[in-house]
């Protein structure tokens, strides 16, 4: 089982090192749940989880960005990662699990302070809205 699990986390390490988005989506399940520190209501389906996960990953994956530690579960990790943006320092927690496939089922994300959910939020909307009028 562990064996499975490190190989979906160097997929997933892989994946935020290439920015890689055929790889992304070949990484999550169908029925993939993603739970966004901004949005109220967890995100179903694979369409919107890719669309917020692509998204995420061009606000926060720049050269700043770092993983900083790995908790391992039987079907899951939480990887804490910091970055910065604007001058806001920002720390969070990717908490993801994977399916009997080696699919991604669940994707949540949580970060700290509230300055940096505020300045999130506030990139994110912008990304968004250009993906879906694009």
């Given at each position: ?103 991604i089922s669940e994707f949540k994300v949580m970060i700290r302070p509230l300055k940096a959910v505020n300045k999130v939020h506030e990139m ?11």
């Amino acid at each position: 089982m562990m064996d499975q699990l490190r190989q979906n986390l160097r997929a997933w390490y892989d994946f935020v090192e290439s920015e890689d988005e055929k790889a992304l989506s070949n990484m999550l399940a169908d029925d993939v749940v993603f739970h966004s520190p901004v949005v109220h209501t967890p995100q179903e389906g694979k369409a919107i989880t890719f669309m917020y996960l692509a998204a995420a990953g061009k606000v926060l994956g720049h050269d700043d960005f770092c993983y900083v530690g790995e908790y391992l579960t039987e079907r899951g990790a939480v990887l804490e990662f910091n970055t910065q943006i604007d001058g806001i320092k920002i720390d969070g927690i990717d908490m993801i699990t994977w399916n009997e496939d080696g699919k991604i089922s669940e994707f949540k994300v949580m970060i700290r302070p509230l300055k940096a959910v505020n300045k999130v939020h506030e990139m994110m909307k912008a990304m968004l809205e250009k993906a879906m009028a694009g």
